[in-house]
């Protein structure tokens, strides 16, 4: 017996990504419904490549009764406003928004971080995916804050345009040939012209003069991984189509080697570790793209600071930073709560 589960903003980015990892990692369906806004109402999109068509239904007239889990990725509105009547039919909420995640009563999860977390989801019947950028950089923290505990993060974010959605996928690709062209360049969903650009700017800013995405960053990884560490962050869109790159300064209480760091990043569960010490010897982010690992590469001792260490941190964003990690939430779901498949 297996799970009826509905992909709501399925024909976004990450919503085809999930119901692509969905089908990839055979999760045991009885039935899949694709769910999307009005306008997108009866278009049809393919179920990963098992040759399935799914024709998406009215999120307005949904009737999430008799579904097992949501997997929401529509963004903070349709989070806001459907997630709680998913919850109150009975149908677990795995949202992929920011709308959730600071609520003390909603679990915030990576499944390779913090497992245990996912018990508290019954308080409102919905689960937390956490920001991209922070999903992949607690995998590679918690084996090393585990062993030798850490007090600081700095880390610079080099960010691909999909984490901006199609929107930002698309205008790459338009000012790109543009400029190639020589058409003249608009930029409509960026701040700034991105092609051929890097811009130090995801999200609003705050009254502090960090921006929203940084702050995402800082919050997230506290509630994820421990609320003592100090975090800043630098978060910057960079013209790359998928996956998010990021340079990682960690201080820790307790010494730790760069050759003890990768023996034990080595072995960490969600961590592939790529790190030789020569020309190529690391993974960018396009080698990256389709793959559900977080790569670490370029560790190296820190010998400005007591206790310190540098690495290098790449994922495709669309997978482990959204549709991978949600999938991985409710095949844990599945394990310790809803046992059905």
């Given at each position: 017996?297996?799970?009826?589960?509905?992909?709501?903003?399925?024909?976004?980015?990450?919503?085809?990504?999930?119901?692509?990892?969905?089908?990839?990692?055979?999760?045991?369906?009885?039935?899949?419904?694709?769910?999307?806004?009005?306008?997108?109402?009866?278009?049809?999109?393919d179920?990963?490549?098992?040759?399935?068509?799914?024709?998406?239904?009215?999120?307005?007239?949904?009737?999430f009764?008799?579904?097992?889990?949501?997997?929401?990725?529509?963004?903070?509105?349709?989070?806001?406003?459907?997630?709680?009547?998913?919850?109150?039919?009975?149908?677990?909420?795995i949202?992929?928004s920011?709308?959730?995640?600071?609520?003390?009563?909603?679990?915030?999860?990576v499944?390779?971080?913090n497992?245990?977390?996912?018990?508290?989801?019954?308080?409102?019947?919905?689960?937390?995916?956490?920001?991209?950028?922070?999903a992949?950089?607690?995998?590679?923290?918690?084996?090393?804050?585990?062993?030798?505990?850490?007090?600081?993060?700095?880390?610079?974010?080099?960010?691909?345009?999909?984490?901006?959605?199609?929107?930002?996928?698309?205008?790459?690709f338009?000012?790109?040939?543009?400029?190639?062209?020589?058409?003249?360049?608009?930029?409509?969903?960026?701040?700034?012209?991105?092609?051929?650009?890097?811009?130090?700017?995801?999200?609003?800013?705050?009254?502090?003069?960090?921006?929203?995405?940084?702050?995402?960053?800082?919050?997230?990884?506290?509630?994820?991984?421990?609320?003592?560490?100090?975090?800043?962050?630098?978060?910057?869109?960079?013209p790359?189509?998928?996956?998010h790159?990021?340079a990682?300064?960690?201080?820790?209480?307790?010494?730790?080697?760069?050759?003890?760091?990768?023996?034990?990043?080595?072995?960490?569960?969600g961590?592939?570790?790529?790190?030789?010490?020569?020309?190529?010897?690391?993974?960018?982010?396009?080698?990256?793209?389709?793959?559900?690992a977080?790569?670490?590469?370029?560790?190296?001792?820190?010998?400005?600071?007591?206790?310190?260490?540098?690495?290098?941190?790449?994922?495709?964003?669309?997978?482990?930073?959204?549709?991978?990690?949600?999938?991985?939430?409710a095949?844990?779901?599945?394990?310790q709560?809803?046992?059905?498949?």
């Open positions: 017996m297996g799970y009826r589960v509905a992909v709501v903003g399925a024909t976004g980015n990450v919503g085809r990504e999930m119901l692509a990892t969905l089908a990839e990692r055979e999760f045991p369906l009885d039935e899949v419904a694709a769910v999307a806004s009005p306008r997108s109402t009866g278009t049809e999109i179920f990963g490549d098992t040759g399935k068509l799914l024709k998406c239904k009215n999120i307005k007239h949904f009737d009764a008799g579904y097992d889990i949501a997997l929401f990725s529509a963004g903070s509105g349709p989070a806001k406003d459907y997630a709680p009547r998913a919850a109150a039919a009975g149908c677990v909420v949202d992929n920011s709308f959730w995640r600071m609520d003390p009563d909603v679990p915030l999860v499944p390779e971080v497992p245990d977390a996912i018990d508290g989801y019954k308080r409102k019947n919905i689960i937390a995916n956490p920001n991209c950028s922070t992949q950089m607690v995998v590679a923290l918690k084996p090393l804050h585990d062993a030798a505990t850490i007090r600081r993060v700095v880390v610079s974010t080099y960010q691909s345009v999909s984490g901006a959605g199609k929107a930002g996928m698309d205008e790459l338009e000012e790109s040939r543009a400029i190639f062209v020589g058409d003249p360049v608009e930029a409509r969903k960026f701040t700034k012209q991105i092609a051929f650009n890097v811009i130090p700017h995801i999200d609003v800013f705050m009254d502090d003069g960090s921006t929203k995405e940084e702050w995402k960053m800082v919050v997230e990884t506290k509630k994820i991984l421990d609320p003592k560490i100090k975090v800043n962050a630098t978060c910057v869109r960079v790359v189509f998928v996956g790159s990021e990682i300064n960690i201080e820790f209480e307790n010494e730790i080697s760069a050759s003890q760091a990768q023996d034990i990043l080595r072995e960490a569960p961590v592939m570790l790529v790190d030789k010490r020569e020309d190529g010897g690391y993974v960018t982010p396009i080698e990256c793209v389709g793959d559900g977080t790569y670490v590469s370029r560790v190296r001792e820190d010998p400005t600071v007591e206790n310190g260490l540098t690495l290098w941190c790449v994922s495709d964003n669309l997978r482990k930073g959204a549709a991978l990690n949600a999938v991985q939430i095949e844990l779901l599945g394990r709560h809803l046992k059905k498949g």
